[in-house]
């Protein structure tokens, strides 16, 4: 099946700072990507879908200045945490729809990044 | 709320035994997926039932789709040890290009 990597995997950072992580969909192409984040022991909540060529589109309630969303390319989407705080702390996970013939329904999701913010 | 209702919240059963997973959704939908966690890993999907199937095969993996009601069950026969992990369905609205996840069951198959 078609796959979606993440980078990092986890990061640890300071209060203030910014983070970067990316989401790569390796063997096909994707005009939309998809960014959830997941608190603890509960489910995935969409965050934005980010669009190729684009603005993302945000969630309700979700700030978009806060998480900046970039999709450059068919096969590769950023999500910065800006001036991250301890509650932005989650695991974040971004998905894919392979848009080949007969894939379109399905999306493939990244293995998370684990974010802590100190 | 965005999501679904699953249950059970939690289901422990032995290895061998057959485990059984439902989820309601509150909107029409495309499809129906599922998707299988393991503890702090991305989502793995299972099977995609669409509104016009009633039932679906995968392995060990049975799927039902009633849309009058609905709902959907995820039933796993001759569970094993390597099951244990969270399940989660997720509903493919018409015009819609984003899932909606129920709030997912956690399996535990003890061995």
């Known amino acids: 099946g078609a796959v979606v990597s993440q980078h990092p995997s986890r990061v640890i950072c300071k209060s203030g700072t910014s983070v970067k992580i990316e989401c790569r969909s390796l063997d096909f192409q994707a005009t939309t990507m998809f960014w959830y984040r997941q608190f603890p022991k509960q489910s995935l909540m969409l965050m934005a879908t980010s669009n190729e060529g684009s603005k993302a589109t945000y969630e309700q309630g979700v700030e978009k200045d806060k998480f900046l969303i970039n999709h450059a390319s068919l096969t590769l989407s950023t999500l910065t945490v800006t001036s991250a705080h301890p509650e932005d702390s989650s695991f974040y996970i971004c998905s894919a729809r392979d848009l080949g013939t007969g894939h379109q329904d399905t999306q493939y999701f990244g293995p998370g990044t684990r974010l802590t913010v100190l | 709320s965005q999501q679904g209702e699953e249950d059970p919240q939690a289901l422990s059963i032995q290895e061998g035994e057959n485990a059984t997973m439902n989820c309601s959704y509150k909107t029409s939908i495309n499809n129906l997926q599922w998707y299988r966690q393991n503890s702090g890993r991305g989502l793995v999907h299972l099977i995609l039932?669409?509104?016009?199937?009633r039932e679906k095969h995968s392995g060990r993996l049975r799927v039902t789709l009633d849309t009058s009601k609905k709902s959907s069950s995820l039933l796993i026969t001759a569970s094993r040890a390597a099951d244990t992990a969270s399940y989660f369905c997720a509903t493919d609205p018409p015009g819609g290009n984003k899932l909606v996840f129920g709030a997912g069951t956690i399996l535990r198959v003890k061995s």
């Open positions: 039932i669409r509104s016009n199937e």
